[in-house]
């Protein structure tokens, strides 16, 4: 069994910087890819970012310029640095990842999501 387990989030001003953490606990055996998204009230979840086990990255445009996603392969954690906030970013924030790990008996590739840290940003 693999749990997603995100820290980092809470209040913040305006223009102020926030970095979201999640780590991959279980028996891994490989992380593939692991990312972040998004749900504001009354709106889809969305894509903010996401980083393969090759460190090849991509963005959503509304956050392009303004957050850098970044693994510690050591601690299986995924981190998500996000600057120049602003009250559009206020929303839940979830991680993402797509892992083979042992499910006994057999060795299986699963997609998991974080339990979400909410964001708020204060104009």
């Known amino acids: 069994q693999v749990q997603l387990v995100e820290s980092g989030g809470g209040l913040v001003q305006a223009g102020g910087s926030l970095r979201l953490s999640c780590a991959a606990i279980?028996?891994?055996?490989?992380?593939?890819?692991m990312g972040w998204y998004r749900q504001a009230p009354g709106k889809q979840r969305e894509l903010l970012a996401a980083?393969?086990?090759?460190?090849?990255?991509n963005y959503a445009d509304s956050v392009k310029g303004r957050c850098t996603i970044s693994t510690d392969n050591t601690k299986n954690t995924v981190y998500l640095q996000m600057n120049s906030l602003n009250a559009e970013d206020t929303a839940v924030y979830y991680c993402?990842?797509?892992?083979?790990?042992?499910?006994?008996?057999?060795?299986?590739?699963?997609?998991?999501w974080g339990q979400g840290t909410q964001v708020t940003v204060s104009s």
């Open positions: 993402n990842a797509e892992i083979t790990a042992v499910v006994v008996p057999i060795i299986r590739t699963d997609n998991y």
């Open positions: 279980g028996s891994i055996v490989s992380i593939n890819a």
């Open positions: 980083i393969t086990s090759g460190g090849s990255t």
